[in-house]
Structure formats: structure tokens, C-alpha cells
């Protein structure tokens, strides 16, 4: 990666936090944050190796990055989590809530606790970090928080029942919690990609897919990263809260 020059740099200055951000989707927008002058926090859970390699590639193109590990489905974690960021850089200006997992299959087949461990983390942490963060940003009058939501969370799919309904949850989540916080400037948006080329997705490709998709390909996590680092900007998004962005290829047209 590059860093922008300074002139160009939209974010500089701000601190983010990107949850899941160690690959895929979340390595992408910490990248893409980092490229446009913000210090950013790259949360992992178990992928220690992958997020160095992130932080160091951040670091060599001359940004500001570190690091810190957390199951953001665990109260104490995130509380860790955001006190080791505010000890670091004392203030946090971007979330992104983008840690999910998967636990795919039929409904009568399903386990309950395959059920809980996805709605635990893909919903239950997307509250815990943004009632961590919302504190902080409350106190500086100022705030962008971005949910990573997905297209099955609006049109359902089959053999995803907990992940849909979790996702659902985020939207939903998304507009209480944008009502809530707007008269402090903090703008609380989601983004819902649809299938994009990552580790989560890459047994589920096939020509059946494709032909629910205009566009006629899957997508890049950089596509994604482009839409949250434009809600991320104070010039390009402050007046955008409450708002779902599929970043879909037109498998969902409301």
C-alpha cells in the first residue's frame, strides 16, 4: 500500500478501530484508512500473524497502526480493547464494526450453539463495541461508526439463519442507534456487501450466484473499503446517517 499525500489525506489525523480487521474485508478498510492518514487499531481474535503482517505493511508505507487482540463478543475484551487504544492515541474517531463469523446450516439442522456463537459476535459485539466507543465519542462531540452488514440480513438465505437474522439485527441496530447519537454529530451508517471474493466465501462461489447478480461477477474487498472509507470522511459523509449501502453488484435493489 501507499499513503496518500498529505494534502489528500481525508482522514489524517483520525484514529479507527476495525474490528476483524487481521484479512478480507476488515485488513482492506484498515488499509484503506491507513492510506488516507489515520492511525488505526486492527483488532484481532486469533489470526495474531495475519494482522502483524498488516500493521507492518501499514507501518512501511509510513502510517500508524497497531495491533490488539480481542473476542469483541466479550464484555471485558472490549473494554481492554478501547482502553489500549485511548492509552495509545486518546481518542477514537472511527468504529468498524466488521468481525463476523459463519455457522452455516439448514434450520432443523442447526445447533443452538451454532446459533449463539454467530449471533454473539456478528450482533451482540457490534453493541459492546459500539457502546464502548459511543462514550467517547459523545464526549468529542463527534463520531463515525460503520456496521458491516450483509445482503443476507434483508433478503434472507438459505442455510443462514443465524447469520441473516444477525445481520438483520445490525440494520436495525444501525437506525436506533444513528437516532440516538445524531445530536452529537456522530453518524451511525451500515454497509451490505453481497458476495465478496474473501476466505468466508470462497466455497460458495458458483454460476448459480452469479446469475442473481447484475453485474455478473463477485466482488472485491476493496470495492467494500471504498464505500466505508467514504462514510468515514467528515466532508463526504457528514450529513449521511441511518443509511444501509449494498455494495452488491445489484443483487438487492430496493
Keep these: 500500500m501507499e499513503l496518500l499525500p498529505e494534502t489528500y489525506q ?6 479507527a478501530v476495525v474490528t476483524g480487521a487481521s484479512r478480507g474485508i476488515g485488513r482492506a478498510i484498515a488499509l484503506a484508512f491507513a492510506a488516507e492518514g489515520a492511525k488505526v487499531a486492527v483488532n484481532y481474535a486469533s489470526s ?8 507492518a505493511e501499514i507501518i512501511a508505507a509510513g502510517g500508524e497502526a497497531v495491533a490488539l487482540a480481542a473476542d469483541v463478543s466479550k464484555t471485558d475484551q472490549v473494554d481492554a480493547l478501547i482502553s489500549k487504544v485511548m492509552e495509545k492515541w486518546g481518542r477514537i474517531d472511527i468504529l468498524v464494526n466488521n468481525a463476523g463469523i459463519t ?7 442447526m445447533k443452538l450453539e451454532d446459533w449463539q456463537a454467530v449471533i454473539d459476535l456478528n450482533l451482540t459485539g457490534v453493541f459492546l463495541c459500539t457502546k464502548a466507543v459511543s462514550k ?3 464526549k468529542q462531540r463527534s463520531g463515525r461508526i460503520i456496521n458491516i452488514a450483509s445482503v443476507a440480513g434483508q433478503m434472507g438465505n438459505p442455510g443462514q439463519a443465524n447469520y441473516s437474522a444477525a445481520k438483520a439485527g445490525v440494520i436495525g441496530f444501525t437506525k436506533t442507534v444513528a437516532k440516538e447519537l445524531a445530536s ?3 453518524t451511525v451508517n451500515a454497509v451490505a456487501p453481497g458476495f465478496i471474493t474473501t476466505d468466508m466465501t470462497k466455497d460458495v462461489k458458483s454460476d448459480d450466484i ?5 453485474l455478473g461477477r463477485y466482488g472485491e474487498v476493496d470495492e467494500v473499503a471504498g464505500m466505508v472509507k ?4 467528515d466532508a463526504a459523509a457528514a450529513y449521511v446517517t441511518g443509511q444501509v449501502f449494498n455494495v452488491d453488484g445489484g443483487m438487492v435493489m430496493a
Design 103 to 109: 455457522r452455516d446450516t439448514l434450520l432443523l439442522r
Design 10 to 15: 481525508r482522514l489524517r489525523g483520525q484514529v
Design 230 to 233: 467514504f462514510l468515514a470522511a
Design 210 to 214: 452469479l446469475k442473481y447478480i447484475p
Design 136 to 138: 467517547i465519542m459523545l
Design 48 to 55: 495474531s500473524a495475519a494482522a502483524d503482517e498488516a500493521v
Design 184 to 186: 452529537r454529530a456522530i
